[in-house]
């Protein structure tokens, strides 16, 4: 039998018999048709639309993908002609999207997003996102992204309202979590029209409790990209006052991981806490502080020149941003520690040394140091002498945020600092 007559045959079969038939061209056909017919069909009540919503769900998982997307046209011509009494087959229609449509050619996966989106709009919503969920933890990333997509574009053409916000926000910590890199992309878009629509303290509460969970996860990678996300998210220029006393515990234990990777990248999370926060994390600071000087002690006793040099220049840093008031309760212990450094065999070691003497100098006047300024030679003092007087700098603050350094936080500082210092040595 020729393909032509083949054809013109199959045409006098049950619609259910073209649309299974075994010869792919067959089937193609019987789509075409089909969507033809639902085209013209102006009635929703029409008796014909119960015949053909049952088929659907055999018809799109078609293994040859020509007929499949000839199939997905029929069903959204169906769609298009049909009333929320469609309802009744879009668990098992949508469940076969999920299964065979959205790892498909990229005009495949747009056109089954078209059918999700008319079944939303026939109000089988709660269907739909069941079916999402399931699509989510697909193990092929490729099908997980068309399903984020979906998800971001019913809610931003239907509202609230009609998508339930709390079903996407449970499937976000799962989302955000997942391996594939275009899924997280995609996630934040979600997230971002989430907010959009429900407020950012609702979606920031979940989020941060998933961080929290994940930063305590088992596998040191877990931990690190937990943190990670939180540091790409805290990279702002400014971060909305808030409480962030759990996430500042968290990222307290976090500090001393015996993974060096994570302990680093929790300290560079807590410095853009530190920047988009400002002023307003001197709550988390007051317990960060101590654990992050601890660390700071172990410097103090590097072999290291360098890690000398910077912990000497981190200290003149914190009374330039100081007043004097601070700087006369803890000068005399820093004065000591100088002047051990200015013997240092290192050059950048000493100049540091010499930076911090001439700080507090300048802060509380060269008349206290002169009973320590006496056992300098006189090429040493005339040095020192030099810095003090080219010590001009502009009101102190913080080289990042430009924003005065509270009281407290200083004196907490240097209260940290001196127990540090206590072993005497740089």
């Known amino acids: 039998m020729s393909e032509e007559t083949l054809l013109k045959e199959a045409k006098k079969l049950l619609w259910e018999d073209r649309l299974l038939h075994k010869n792919w061209k067959v089937r193609n056909e019987a789509n075409i048709d089909l969507a033809a017919l639902c085209d013209s069909i102006t009635d929703p009540k029409d008796s014909r639309l119960r015949e053909f919503g049952p088929l659907f769900r055999k018809t799109v998982a078609d293994s040859n993908v020509t007929v499949q997307e000839k199939a997905l046209d029929a069903l959204i011509a169906f769609l298009k002609a049909a009333d929320a009494d469609a309802g009744r087959y879009a668990k098992e229609v949508c469940d076969a999207i999920v299964g ?4 498909g050619r990229p005009k495949t996966v747009e056109k089954a997003q078209a059918a999700f989106m008319l079944w939303v709009e026939l109000e089988a ?3 739909y996102l069941d079916a999402m969920e399931k699509a989510i933890k697909n193990k092929v990333a490729k099908a997980v992204v068309p399903a984020i997509d979906v ?4 809610l931003s053409e239907f ?3 009609i998508i339930p916000p709390k079903r996407i926000l449970k499937m976000l910590p799962e989302l955000f979590d997942h391996q594939d890199q275009n899924v997280r992309a995609s996630s934040k878009g979600l997230t971002l029209e989430l907010c959009r629509w429900i407020g950012k303290d609702t979606v ?4 941060f409790e998933k961080m ?3 930063m305590k996860a088992t596998k040191w990678s877990e931990r690190k990209e937990a943190v990670a996300e939180l540091t790409k998210l805290a990279s702002t220029r400014r971060i909305a006052p808030g409480d962030f006393t759990e996430v500042s515990r968290t990222l307290k234990k976090l500090i001393t991981d015996v993974i060096i990777v994570v302990a680093v990248e929790a300290i560079q999370a807590i410095g853009n806490l530190a920047r988009g926060l400002r002023t307003h994390f001197s709550v988390g600071s007051s317990f960060l502080l101590p654990v992050l000087l601890v660390n700071v002690k172990t410097s103090a006793k590097s072999k290291v020149p360098l890690v000398r040099s910077l912990t000497l220049n981190w200290v003149t840093f914190c009374i330039e941003a100081s007043n004097k008031a601070v700087v006369l309760e803890m000068h005399k212990d820093y004065v000591d520690i100088c002047m051990e450094c200015i013997n240092d065999a290192n050059t950048d070691v000493r100049d540091a040394a010499f930076s911090v003497l001439a700080a507090i100098a300048k802060s509380v006047g060269k008349m206290r140091l002169e009973e320590s300024l006496e056992k300098l030679n006189n090429l040493r003092r005339k040095k020192l002498s030099e810095m003090i007087t080219g010590f001009g700098r502009a009101a102190p603050c913080c080289p990042h945020c430009r924003v005065q350094l509270p009281f407290e936080f200083l004196m ?3 209260h940290q600092w001196r127990l540090v210092c206590s072993c005497n040595q740089i």
């Open 100 to 103: 065979k449509c959205l790892t």
């Open 125 to 127: 919503v709660d269907v």
């Open 151 to 154: 998800m971001f574009q019913a």
């Open 159 to 161: 509202g609230s309202k």
């Open 204 to 207: 920031k509460s979940i989020l």
């Open 212 to 214: 929290r969970d994940t």
């Open 412 to 414: 907490e500082m240097y």
